[in-house]
């Protein structure tokens, strides 16, 4: 029997392994190496992107809301409240929670979970000090309403632009927005000023204050800040060159900022002009008109079998004819010896072609024998209303 020889294995030597462990740690390193710089770059392309998008979203709002500045104001509410180099504060009908109210007077968004405190005008007794002015600026001074009464439909807005509490960097600032009296939101993040160029720049209508015709020029740095320091627009002393009127005169905003917090990246100037066009007249945006004709009296009449009070009107005259601006009827119902109407019962809106318009009024208390009048004014887009008409006492039994 032969015995085949027995061969031994030869192993790797210590300088092999060293060998291969070296060249494993270099592809290994460089593979590493390599997804950490792809990751860097996916972080840093996203993070760009990221500020482009912040930029076009901070732009299109700010061409987008400052646009609307004196939408739908009352008679006397300031349009442009407050204007310095960080700071603009304006009154607009931005949103509205009532359809009826947003179909027919001119409310830019409909928000019918909207909080009340974000859609009509800041009463006198929430007034805050617009943030970020020097002076600090008060508003409102008084009470701004509309329909016999009720709160103006206009919101205070408020944009500023301040040290952004995100970053560490002193530099960086962000763009926070504002609605009356309600915490400020931010924006927008990562800003930074664009060399010495004022955030906000101010262009006006300068004819007011010479002789020769010229077109827009930017405010003079000698009247910033800009304040409606008086109570009521466009009356005295809020007349012709008086310190208060200079912000009336205001037709565009010129907003300046710098996008490129992202380490590595190019900073990128953001620059462009808004107009407002509501500011160029008291009333443009609002107007239509004479004041509506108050309207023929309304019939107020009690139905047992309904349990309700049932009240009729004919068209008003400027209703579908005349100046075609009616916009709604109000009413109000009073128990007969009140001293006041109080707050408006109702509004009906007007729908062309009607011939009259009726109500049904189920709040009226039954087996008190209480007498009830009701009174009608119609309202046009301005908002204005008309004197009120009253009915005849009617006996609720």
Known sequence: MTTLPVRRRRGFTLAEVMIALVLFGVVSGAAVAFLLAQTRGYRAISAQQAEVQSGRFTRDL????????GTNVTEVQPILVAANDSVIAFNTDLLTNDLDSSAFTGAVYVDTYASSADVGALPADSAITIPGTSPGVTYPLQDYTAVEGTVGPAELVIFRFVRDTTSTNASDVMITRQVNNRPPEIIATGLRRSGTTPFLRYWYDPNRYTNVTVGLDTVPRAWLPLAKTVAQRGLVPDTGVAVSARIDQVRAVEVNYQLGRVA?????????????????????????????????????????DSGAVFLTWPRATDDGSGEADVVRYVLWRQIVGAGTWGESLASVSAVAGTGGYGYRDTGVEQGLGRSYRYALAVQDCTPNVSSMDSSATVVVP
């Open 264 to 304: 590595g990246s190019q900073a990128e100037p953001v620059r462009y002009l808004v107009a407002m066009p509501n500011t160029a007249a008291p009333r443009q945006s609002r107007a239509c008109g004479r004041p509506p004709i108050a309207p023929a009296s309304v019939t107020a009449t009690w139905s047992v």
């Open 62 to 69: 700010l061409r987008m809301e400052l646009r609307t500045a």
